[in-house]
């Protein structure tokens, strides 16, 4: 009797119970009505008076190992399920968060949406350029003071000189040195020049340039493509105004200015009290620079435009400090919403 308990008590403590079903097994096998220790107990009726004591002792001990493995196992199942069933409506949701574009980014996708319903295509050059294509191409004589060391970052000096392109406008001789007219191009692109930074200026920003040749290009065409431009921009009060100016690749030149959509051209100390706010530099091809790229200035005539993607952003979002577009402070950079 002694022995088939102890037996009994290992067989149970080595059940291995994985599910459901094998916990109803268990109960059945040790628990039950016809199971092993009902019928050791209905066995305590044959066992002699003086062991009685100890064995039904050993008997309540068999029993309660089997009642507490089975609640043991019946506890971690039951748990498991719950997990696997439960869902917890009242728990908060899970923050994911999604980046957001570059105020840069969406002002120059924004340029490029406008020019491209009226024809223009995207081209683009190297931001490391030679002197040709940056400077000699584009008529800026040796002496030119946009060559100084003080606006221009060389990266190697003497006879392969190359530096960080200080324009955009390089990328119109590569265009008018490939493609044959016409051509309806705007070259967006990060531009460095050698200045200290302040909330005004950077030692690099953004521009897009624009390059339309074809016959017959005239300085209507390109005031109006700068009001279309301004107009899609800025909304359809936007006004422009040029003033004459110099550049060494273009004759004549102009600057142009928007009317300030801050202040509705009132006044304001954005535009200085003016009513008008400078967006780029533009004017007609000069026939030089067509033939150094190698158009036939007699047959065909251009005009060309750069403006600053920050100084448009600075109008379009109201931020005045140009050092924030590249600090990269995440609580800035999180207000831009994508509108594309
Ligand atoms: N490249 C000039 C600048 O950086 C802008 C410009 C481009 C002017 C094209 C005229 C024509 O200031």
């Not at 040029?242 to 928007?258: K, M």
Request: charged share 25%.
């Amino acid at each position: 009797m002694k022995e088939k308990i102890k037996t009994l008590t290992s067989e149970i403590q080595s059940e291995k119970i994985e599910n459901i079903a094998d916990l109803e097994v268990f109960r059945i096998k040790y628990l039950g009505t016809k199971g092993a220790i009902k019928s050791l107990f209905s066995d305590l009726k044959n066992v002699a008076n003086e062991e009685k004591k100890e064995i039904g002792q050993m008997m309540n001990e068999l029993r309660l190992t089997a009642e507490n493995t089975y609640n043991a196992f019946k506890n971690n199942l039951s748990e498991d399920k719950s997990a696997a069933e439960k869902i917890d409506f009242s728990r908060p949701g899970e923050d994911f968060t999604i980046g957001s574009h570059h105020p840069i980014s969406l002002v120059r996708s924004e340029i490029i949406e406008i020019f491209n319903r009226i024809g223009f295509n995207v081209s683009e050059g190297p931001e490391i350029e030679d002197d040709w294509h940056n400077f000699s191409a584009l008529n800026f004589p040796p002496e030119h003071p946009a060559r100084d060391m003080q606006d221009t970052f060389f990266i190697e000096k003497g006879e392969n000189e190359m530096a960080l392109r200080t324009h955009t406008s390089s990328v119109q001789v590569r265009v008018m040195e490939n493609d044959k007219p016409p051509i309806r191009t705007i070259s967006p692109g990060r531009v460095y020049r050698n200045e200290a930074i302040s909330a005004r200026a950077h030692c690099f920003f953004h521009q897009v340039e624009g390059l339309y040749i074809d016959k017959n290009v005239s300085f209507a065409d390109l005031k109006q493509t700068l009001l279309y431009f301004a107009q899609e921009m800025f909304g359809e009060k936007a006004q422009i105004r040029l003033r004459p100016s110099y550049f060494p690749f273009t004759e004549p030149s102009a600057e142009v200015d928007v009317s300030c959509s801050i202040c509705n051209a009132k006044g304001c100390n954005v535009c200085k009290y003016t009513g008008w706010l400078e967006i780029l530099g533009c004017g007609m091809v000069d026939p030089s620079v067509l033939d150094a790229s190698g158009i036939d200035s007699k047959v065909y005539s251009g005009f060309a435009f750069g403006m600053g993607v920050e100084r448009i952003t600075q109008l379009k979002y109201k931020v005045n400090d140009l050092r924030m577009y590249s600090e990269n402070d995440i609580r800035f950079l999180k207000q831009f919403t994508s509108v594309l």
